[in-house]
């Protein structure tokens, strides 16, 4: 897998472009609850793959250990599946290896694409305050208006 080369097409804001309508349509786009489920089952496989590994490094101690208590000539016939079993936990360690390469190139390579939230967020903490600010001032004015429609009446 390689990796990014400055991101995709889809994700380059144009000059029109908010920074809040960028982030929103990324992460619509990114669909972060099927990226959860799919760690879930990465990490559950890693888990698994783990405590598969840690049982076989306990076999392969026992058959070292075997293996080094055996006479010469049971030496002989027990050194093929000796070698035989390094052989197999180097294999999967190396599938696991890739495994978990995979898994966080795979993730890495999306969030890579992923605008930076702080200008969306900071844009709308600012817009959010005039907001408040606008309302409170809605309120005063309103207030102001109901006073002078009363006025008027009298």
């Known amino acids: 897998m390689d990796a990014p080369q400055g991101g995709s097409d889809r994700h380059k804001s144009n000059s029109s472009s908010s920074p809040v309508s960028v982030v929103s ?8 609850e099927k990226e959860k ?4 089952e990465q990490g559950l496989r890693i888990a698994e793959n783990q405590e598969n590994s840690q049982k076989n490094r306990r076999k392969l101690a026992e ?11 049971e030496k002989l016939s ?4 000796l070698l035989k079993g390094y052989q197999e936990e180097v294999d999967n360690l190396t599938k696991r290896a890739k495994f978990g390469e995979n898994a966080f190139l795979n993730i890495y390579q999306k969030l890579y694409e992923a605008p930076d939230p702080y200008p969306a967020l900071a844009s709308l903490a600012v817009q959010d305050l005039k907001i408040s600010e606008l ?6 004015l309103k207030v102001e208006l109901e006073e002078f429609r009363t006025e008027a009446m009298h």
Not at 37 to 40: E, H, R, V
């Open 25 to 32: 349509n990324f992460w619509k786009e990114f669909d972060l």
């Open 37 to 40: 489920s799919l760690l879930d």
């Open 63 to 73: 058959s070292t250990r075997d293996f080094k208590k055996a006479s010469s000539e």
């Open 78 to 81: 027990l050194f093929n599946s």
């Open 135 to 140: 309302e409170s001032e809605n309120r005063k």
